[in-house]
């Protein structure tokens, strides 16, 4: 048949999403910048390689699909997407979609947005979770755009999708870079909980003294109650696995200095700009950060001293512990999905991103599917812990929280994401905090005023009485 769509980009998960819509019965057009990549995919596709339809470049491509076209890219989202874009405009006729399906800034597709609406093309950014696997199999994706496209695209990405129950994981949650976002929230949640996970073996291995074997067999217990997720899945099975060349765990031989790509970054730097602060993810962006600096460790345990000491906490209350700070990182997130919403007009539907959330990307968890009932059920303002489900469940477990992190850091165990998921708490369940010193602070030292109980407007403190000074102290 004719292809119903382009996808530009045979890369990892360019080539899984194509097979994917092949297996889908959806005829897709091919096409690669090295185009010797194109018959060994086409070769390995079996009978899959009857839907796909191979081109040459990005021209014969776009000549290949119907009008209007849908072409989606997935290609690295910084400058090479500018220079696909320059590329494909001329080709390209009014009402054609151009889909970047890579982890682009929010702000790089409002721009390339508005800047191809003004010739006519609309631009989707759509965000793809669930590696190689998701792809392939049933990804998660976010989807930001005009209803237009969204209209095109939604049978395709519907048959692609990750099912929950029946539910596909696929949603357009409002226009231009809103797809973008919500994903890049999702990586910085991924990121949290990545750090936390982390954080939790260090504590099993370093200070209960258990292999990893042993702490893969808990993260498996987990696994089969309400911790229950994907990243607490996989991290049972790394830890069972040995290095066949030396026979050692094999977590024993990675170097523990972890990459990252920028999304996590993103999360942060965006929500510092909204006024918030997603503490987690500021965390963990920062322990893979300091993780990078591995020579400067070395030098600084040799200086400073490593020592750690032995911690006694049960299972079930590093268990606790995580499921609390699962529950605030959430929190921390949707907050920021939800300033993001009021900044740009988006109106999010925090319930849906929940639900699409809950199969086929790298964050699903069952914690997931009790989101989304607590916010189908209606949370206001997008305060996840006042939602009545979570804020039992928070009270419930903070407790064990406490206790794991105090101990942590008694003991000397690094803790970044688990002291801010507390930090942040004990935070928010005060009604009455400490901010009055530093308005104070600020006043006396920069006459800034301070709002004043029980009396309306601009005040500021005695130290700036009539007979004073132009400056006081
Ligand atoms: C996903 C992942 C995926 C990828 C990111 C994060 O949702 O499928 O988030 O997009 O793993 O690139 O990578 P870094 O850890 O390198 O930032």
Request: negative net charge; charged residues 20%.
């Amino acid at each position: 048949g004719t292809a119903r769509i382009g996808v530009y980009g045979l890369g990892t998960m360019g080539s899984a999403l194509a097979l994917n819509m092949a297996e889908n019965d959806i005829d897709v057009a091919v096409a690669n910048r090295e185009a010797a990549w194109i018959s060994p995919f086409i070769a390995e596709a079996g009978a899959l390689a009857q839907r796909l339809h191979p081109q040459d470049d990005l021209a014969t491509l776009i000549g290949a699909l119907p009008q209007p076209r849908v072409l989606l890219c997935m290609i690295p989202s910084s400058a090479p997407m500018d220079e696909v874009i320059a590329a494909a405009l001329p080709l390209l006729a009014p009402g054609d979609t151009i889909i970047d399906g890579g982890n682009a800034d929010f702000r790089a597709t409002r721009r390339r947005s508005a800047e191809l609406a003004a010739r006519g093309i609309h631009l989707v950014g759509m965000g793809v979770s669930g590696g190689e696997a998701g792809a392939r199999h049933g990804p998660s994706m976010m989807v930001g755009g005009p209803a237009h496209s969204w209209a095109q695209l939604q049978p395709i990405l519907t048959a692609i999708a990750a099912r929950y129950q029946g539910d596909p994981c696929v949603a357009h949650l409002g226009p231009d870079g809103a797809g973008h976002f919500v994903k890049t929230v999702h990586n910085g949640i991924e990121y949290a909980d990545m750090q936390v996970i982390a954080e939790i073996y260090g504590l099993a291995r370093h200070g209960a003294a258990q292999a990893p074997q042993a702490i893969g067999q808990m993260f498996a217990r987990w696994n089969a109650g309400p911790l229950r997720s994907y990243l607490v899945e996989i991290t049972a099975e790394i830890l069972g696995y040995d290095d066949p060349a030396t026979g050692h765990p094999v977590v024993d031989v990675i170097l523990d200095a972890a990459g990252q790509k920028g999304t996590g970054r993103w999360t942060v730097i965006e929500a510092v700009r909204l006024g918030q602060s997603a503490s987690m993810i500021d965390a963990a962006v920062a322990a893979r950060s300091w993780s990078s600096e591995k020579d400067m460790r070395v030098r600084a345990e040799a200086a400073l001293g490593g020592a750690r000491h032995a911690l006694e906490l049960e299972e079930d209350t590093l268990a606790e512990a995580f499921l609390a700070a699962r529950i605030l990182c959430y929190a921390q997130g949707f907050r920021l999905l939800a300033a993001a919403s009021d900044e740009y007009d988006w109106s999010l539907d925090y319930a849906r991103i929940a639900q699409i959330w809950r199969a086929g990307c790298i964050i699903r968890s069952a914690l997931l599917d009790d989101i989304s009932d607590a916010f189908g059920a209606g949370v206001p303002g997008a305060e996840l812990f006042l939602a009545p489900a979570m804020a039992a469940r928070l009270t419930d477990a903070a407790p064990a929280l406490r206790r794991v992190v105090s101990a942590a850091i008694a003991g000397g165990h690094a803790v970044p994401a688990l002291a801010a998921a507390l930090g942040w708490f004990d935070t928010m369940r005060q009604g009455w905090g400490t901010a009055n010193i530093t308005q104070a602070q600020r006043d006396f030292f920069g006459h800034h005023g301070f709002a004043r109980l029980g009396a309306p407007g601009v005040h500021h403190g005695p130290w700036w009485a009539e007979d004073s000074a132009d400056r006081p102290g």
